[in-house]
């Protein structure tokens, strides 16, 4: 490379960030204090949030502005990318409000309205609202319902507000649809933002970078050269305080009908034809789409559910789920699940897509692998007792971010001895600068109205329906008992069984 030339090149995506007003319902929970502040105040830090915006919490606990402030602030010290900033916090924070209201009372959203109408009026700000719904999902129909009946779904200038909302969007297909119209009723599709975090993650974003800004890769990613697809998304943590929730969905709803299926579609989805959202996002549809359903018994075959037992985590001891507060002593809820996948079109027939994922497993490791296909019988490989391994890129989102491709290679030496290598990138090696948290990136782009990144309704339906019908498969032929794993271990013998059964193995990880 000349001197001066620079590789880099900037793709332009979408609109400018615009001016706004950010209305967060459930603005002293979790969600806003772990995540959304936070992550706005580093989009400040950044200088990627306009000079112009505010940010109003709505909730039930009774706070003043100084009071919000002071919890947002505390999230930021604990939860935020970046240090505090004593300066640039007191810009942010003069910024921020609080209105006290309950989500089903119609005052509070005439309240809103004319707190926001002052705010804005003191800020010279447009009537530009996004509402945030950081909210448990059975909210979405009052608040939609309220910001209609208080005439909030436009601003008095004409502007459209925009709403987000935090997965499950239900939890089968009939609730997800449900949820669908109301919303819909209310708003234009292009005013929701369904979010799935995952989504937001540089990692995850990199995925269509690495397939379609290379040229090495897209001739080999077919059906032809691919022996099968690993994803794991195996966590380290339990469900916490979260019972009251994980009791009613379970690692197939929580993680497998978003994010999971999500990472699924960005592997195998066709070239989109531009970056446009809809064009992108038809091409994650498409993907949908073409999975092969699980049906009836198929269920025993393909899908494997587990729950963990007592076990060992770093050291420490940790009960069993039936065993956590809030958990009914004989729970069917599953905190593990294995699939095996198809896609039925061209370019993957016959490919299986095996993912896992679950709590209490060994580590906190999210991990796509595409394995190629072996080298013929001949040669290096011709050796039956010892066959070489094959090809594998592994995607690794998190943590330790980065790729790596195992190839084979000869040891130094006067004999051939061929054995496995591997070509790593890591972010954290090549990049000085920390990758921004999922939320930034997502709320940006709200801002923006870019929606590239979130769901779409149809993709949404089209998951679930095809999740339902794995969740009735089990209803009416899954076993009586679930099998266990111990905490702390890769997941019960039976997900060993299901890959071992095509003669394939999990990945160590
Ligand atoms: C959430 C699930 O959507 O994603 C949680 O509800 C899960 O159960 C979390 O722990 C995982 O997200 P991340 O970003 O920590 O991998």
């Given amino acids: 490379m000349e001197k001066g030339d620079d590789p880099t090149s900037e793709i332009e995506q979408g609109a400018a960030v615009q001016p706004c007003t950010l209305v967060i319902f459930g603005g002293s929970g979790d969600l806003a204090r772990r995540k959304l502040i936070p992550a706005l105040y580093n989009l400040l830090l950044d200088g990627t949030l306009l000079p112009n915006y505010a940010i109003l919490g709505i909730g039930r606990t009774g706070l003043r502005d100084k009071e919000f402030r002071a919890i947002c602030r505390e999230g930021v010290l604990k939860y935020s990318r970046q240090t505090l900033d004593e300066g640039k916090w007191a810009g942010f924070e003069r910024r921020l409000f609080y209105l006290p209201g309950g989500i089903d009372h119609l005052k509070t959203y005439h309240d809103i309205k004319t707190h926001a109408e002052k705010i804005e009026g003191q800020l010279q700000l447009p009537h530009n609202r996004i509402f945030y719904l950081a909210t448990p999902p059975t909210s979405i129909v009052a608040v939609a319902n309220g910001i209609e009946q208080a005439g909030l779904v436009k601003g ?33 599709e292009s005013q929701i933002f369904r979010i799935d975090h995952y989504l937001g993650k540089e990692t995850v974003q990199n995925l269509l970078v690495l397939r379609f800004a290379n040229g090495i890769f897209e001739p080999l990613w077919n059906h032809k050269y691919i022996d099968h697809v690993q994803i794991t998304v195996s966590e ?26 999500q990472l699924l579609c960005l592997v ?26 699980i049906t009836g018994v198929q269920v025993n075959e393909n899908t494997v559910r587990a729950q963990y ?34 896609i039925d079109n061209w370019r993957w027939a016959g ?29 290096f490989n011709a050796n039956r007792d010892a066959p070489l391994l094959p090809n594998v890129l592994s995607m690794r989102i998190q943590p330790k971010e980065g790729f790596s491709l195992q190839i084979m290679s000869k040891e130094p030496g006067s ?12 972010y ?3 990049y000085s600068l920390a990758s921004p948290e999922a939320y930034e990136r997502l709320l940006l782009d709200v801002m923006s109205g870019d929606a590239t990144l979130f769901m779409r309704r149809d993709a949404v339906e089209v998951a679930w329906a ?44």
Avoid: C
């Fill in 156 to 188: 008095a200038d004409g502007l459209p507000a925009k709403i987000i909302v935090e997965k499950p969007i239900g939890r089968d297909l009939i609730s997800a649809q449900e949820i669908n119209t109301v919303l819909g009723k209310v708003f234009h």
């Fill in 236 to 261: 380290e943590e339990g469900i916490g305080t979260r019972a009251a929730y994980y009791e009613e969905a379970g690692a197939l709803r929580d993680m497998v009908q978003n994010h999971i299926l």
């Fill in 268 to 293: 195998a989805m066709e070239p989109p034809w531009s970056l446009d959202p809809d064009v992108v996002r038809d091409a994650r549809l498409e993907v949908l789409q073409s999975l092969r359903p």
């Fill in 309 to 342: 037992s007592p076990g060992v985590i770093n050291g420490r001891e940790v009960p069993g789920y039936r065993r956590e507060p809030g958990v009914k002593p004989d729970s069917q809820i599953e905190t593990f699940v294995a699939l095996k996948i198809f």
């Fill in 351 to 379: 490919v299986p897509f095996y993912i896992r994922t679950g709590k209490y497993m060994p580590k906190r490791a999210t991990e796509i692998a595409v394995q190629f296909k072996d080298v013929p019988p001949v040669l």
């Fill in 415 to 426: 004999k051939v001895l061929v054995r496995p290598v591997s070509m790593d990138f890591q």
């Fill in 428 to 430: 954290g090696n090549t």
């Fill in 466 to 509: 095809w999740i339902t019908d794995i969740l009735e498969g089990w209803q009416k032929h899954g076993t009586k008992w679930l099998p266990e794993y111990y905490a702390g271990t890769w997941g019960p013998i039976e997900a060993d069984r299901m890959i071992e059964s095509d003669r394939r193995k999990w990945r160590t990880l």
